[in-house]
């Protein structure tokens, strides 16, 4: 059985930090052509009594290159994780739970291996009803 890796939120953790580089790196890869503060808000259209913000990438083209071999990579790993797990639950799928006593898909198996064909079931002694008793009113 492979090592199990570290889960976050129910999934595998490099799939999290794989969702988290594209969330962040979708939002910076086209700086805008201007960013407004509405209140709490923020909008690429002026609004009234709008401010507007300084939204451009600090980072140089070098670091944005890293980043997006980093996106990369992380894509590369969670399709990677992805692929295991399917095999995993797939080989999973194909066991069985554990039960007591015969199960009900090995019926035709036994069926045919008893002479005749026929499988033997245990017979229920019968027992009595009882009568209810019904009260009379006085």
Known sequence: MPPRCPMVFGLPAASV??????????SAQ?????V????SSYS????????PVAADDPRSADQRQQAQDVKRREAALADRLRTERLAREKAAAAQRAAGIGPMAADAPKR??????????TAKLAKTPKKKA???RAA
Do not use: E, M, N
Request: net charge positive; with cysteine; charged share 15%.
């Open 30 to 34: 086209a700086p805008a052509a201007g």
């Open 44 to 51: 690429d259209a002026p609004c009234p009594g709008g401010k």
């Open 36 to 39: 407004y503060r509405c209140g």
């Open 133 to 135: 008793k019904t009260a």
């Open 111 to 120: 069926a045919a291996s008893q002479p005749g064909g026929k499988v033997k």
């Open 17 to 26: 930090v794989a969702l988290l580089l594209c969330a962040t790196g979708a």
